[in-house]
């Protein structure tokens, strides 16, 4: 069953982002964050479906994993470091591996996990030690003596002691001896309460003593720290009858109290997921708060995943109460899948939901029900775009038009769709074709950008006619088919096979263009007449470029510099330097769409028709590069598809000619 469940994951494996929840691939609960070496490190509970023979509609745990990052927004998965099977003393099917821990004593690695114990009742704790803070983990042959409960949590002080709490018979905590893995104090004898319908328990040997000062009502998953010279204690806490758990704080001057309480840190959760566990860290002179919700089971509270928000403290110490995002923390740069669904912000009546409800890793999407309706997604870096375009993973009906905009709901427009029957046909300004899911439903389409956003900006999502469903954004660099030429740049040399790939580009000029059809001999003759005009009057602007192929992008050159990537008639032009009189060359040419050239003002080659660009597809007569300077002249149209050439000098033997500079 265990196998299967992780062949399952596998299938279905998302790579971890910034955005609620951080783990997408697995169920993760009762995150422990540490800081080892600047690095992250989390030690979440394993949720997993409810294994045969484990109790029914419960919390089903059988293993953990480590993660860590940088970065708090690309977290990797170093795989499991304890499971069930293996623990020396535990219970191989229990399926009680809940909340851990982890710290860092004397560069030695120390794991500390609940499970039930081999033929006992209740939990007990367990150690594992490790070289690393992924592993991997020696286990103990035997829990520590003493503790008998749940979630433990370890403190280092300052002066290199370490204090062990966890949940049983309350909140407990005991200071720890040196070796980390024994209670430093003798044990009571206490006498258990007897269940209802139970025989009367044993007493058991304990150790620790209660936390005290802490409020009435259920707690558990004890989180505690030092800060600024205060000991804090945290925990989740069922605050009133019938309700869930929040997650609450005391302070006290003492490792073990007694403690003032002083209130929430997290409200219970709007949606009446039971649980709430967590940990609060320090990293990169920022407080952050761990926890998890049942994002990715909004049915089953017992199926939970990871989430981080950003903390802080007032002057006095106290927490300033954390309201959950869904957009969670760290600065994703923009050429990430930016999962808009976890906005940072919405107008009224904006709603997500899952994509799939039986693959639920597979995310979720957010709905902005009229025209208006916006969704605001934070921390977005654009430092890393040069030439892009935008995808996005929308579900709308036809004539729905929405726009990505900057900073808020009226802010500067950076892209905009309208969703037609003809945008599945061709789409005028679209870098990728627009496509549709398996289901029907789902469309990725591509928008080319009105403005990019400097540095690090919001984005916000409007709806601009009727509702529209968005999954993900995504800001894409285009391949960069050529590099501007700078002035007073060296000439440059064809390359190893002849193709000259520096050029001179005038901006394209509009041609009404159907279709291909019209390609006929006195038309195309007629259009180049018009291009012959255009190289004389020199009025139009022009651009030099370097290919970054044998062949010059035509296409992508108008998409950029253009008002319109089709139907365009281009004219390129570039200076041949010969050292000296090369005689009986031939101008060896392909253009997609058709093409007309030119030297030193002489018709040399026409490459009539509807043409695909080929290699060589046309050859001229023989013709004489005269020493000193040669001006090679082209002329390309085309309709409604892509448009490139490429062309070289070819000797009587076929040679490619490559003793001439290119200016």
Not at 166 to 185: F, P, V
Request: with cysteine; hydrophobic share 40%; net charge neutral.
């Amino acid at each position: 069953m265990k196998r299967f469940f992780l062949l399952l994951l596998a299938a279905l494996s998302l790579p971890a982002l910034a955005q609620n929840p951080v783990i997408r691939d697995q169920f993760t609960a009762d995150p422990t964050a540490r800081v080892f070496n600047g690095r992250v490190y989390l030690y979440p509970s394993h949720d997993i479906p409810v294994a045969e023979g484990a109790r029914p509609n419960w919390f089903c745990m059988a293993d953990y994993h480590v993660f860590s990052s940088d970065n708090l927004t690309d977290w990797t998965d170093h795989g499991v470091i304890v499971s069930q099977e293996t623990v020396p003393w535990g219970n191989p099917t229990g399926y009680a591996m809940w909340a851990p821990d982890c710290v860092q004593k004397d560069g030695k690695f120390y794991f500390y996990f609940p499970n039930a114990p081999k033929g006992g009742r209740g939990f007990a704790i367990g150690v594992a030690t490790a070289d690393l803070p992924d592993g991997p983990y020696r286990l103990e042959s035997k829990p520590i003596a003493g503790v008998s409960g749940i979630d433990p949590c370890v403190l280092l002080d300052d002066d290199g002691s370490a204090y062990i709490y966890w949940s049983g018979m309350g909140i407990r905590g005991a200071k720890l001896k040196s070796n980390m893995t024994e209670l430093d104090g003798e044990l009571q004898e206490v006498k258990m309460p007897r269940r209802e319908g139970q025989p009367e328990m044993p007493p058991m040997k304990v150790g620790g003593v209660e936390m005290k000062g802490l409020p009435e009502g259920f707690k558990e998953g004890p989180f505690a720290f030092k800060r600024n010279g205060r000991y804090y204690l945290t925990f989740p806490w069922v605050r009133k009858e019938g309700g869930t758990e929040t997650l609450a704080y005391a302070m006290s001057h003492s490792p073990l109290g007694p403690w003032d309480f002083k209130g929430l840190i997290m409200a219970e959760h709007a949606n009446r997921c039971w649980t709430n566990h967590h940990s609060l860290v320090e990293f990169k002179g920022q407080w952050y708060l761990f926890y998890h919700h049942n994002d990715f089971s909004p049915r089953d509270d017992k199926r939970r995943s990871v989430c981080i928000d950003k903390i802080a403290f007032n002057p006095d110490g106290t927490i300033q109460e954390v309201k959950p995002t869904l957009r969670g923390v760290g600065v994703l740069p923009a050429t990430a899948r930016l999962e808009v669904d976890r906005y940072s912000a919405a107008s009224e009546g904006v709603t997500n939901a899952l994509n799939d409800t039986v693959q639920v890793f597979r995310g979720l999407h957010a709905t902005l029900p009229q025209r208006g309706s916006w969704m605001s997604f934070g921390d977005v870096d654009f430092s890393g775009l040069t030439d892009a375009y935008l995808v996005a993973c929308v579900k709308a009906d036809d004539n729905t038009a929405f726009a990505v905009r900057e900073k808020n709901a009226k802010g500067k427009v950076i892209a905009r769709f309208q969703l037609t029957v003809k945008s599945e046909i061709t789409r005028p300004g679209a870098p990728a074709p627009f496509r549709r899911d398996q289901s029907g439903q789902w469309l990725t389409i591509t928008m080319p950008l009105e403005d990019t956003p400097k540095g690090v900006a919001d984005l916000v999502v409007t709806c601009e006619d009727k509702a529209v469903s968005v999954d993900w954004l995504q800001f894409r660099n285009r391949q960069q088919y050529f590099t501007p030429v700078p002035k007073n740049a060296v000439a440059a040399q064809p390359d190893e096979r002849g193709f000259i790939r520096r050029w001179r580009l005038m901006q394209p000029i509009k041609q009404d263009i159907r279709s291909n059809v019209v390609f006929t001999n006195s038309w195309l003759r007629q259009t180049f007449a018009e291009a012959q005009t255009a190289f004389a009057n020199r009025k139009n602007k022009w651009y030099s470029m370097e290919a970054t192929a044998y062949n010059m992008k035509l296409f992508h050159f108008a998409e950029q510099y253009g008002s319109q990537p089709y139907g365009n008639l281009f004219c390129c032009e570039t200076v041949i330097d010969a050292p000296q009189d090369i005689e009986n060359v031939r101008l060896a040419a392909g253009s997609n769409g058709a093409s007309m050239w030119w030297l030193n003002g002489e018709e040399v080659l026409l490459l009539e028709g509807d043409r695909r660009m080929v290699v060589d597809d046309g050859v001229s007569p023989r013709l004489n590069l005269r020493k000193g300077q040669n001006v090679l002249r082209c002329a390309v149209v085309n309709g409604p598809g892509l448009s490139d050439m490429c062309v070289r000098f070819i000797d009587e033997k076929g040679t490619p000619v490559t003793n001439i500079n290119i200016r």
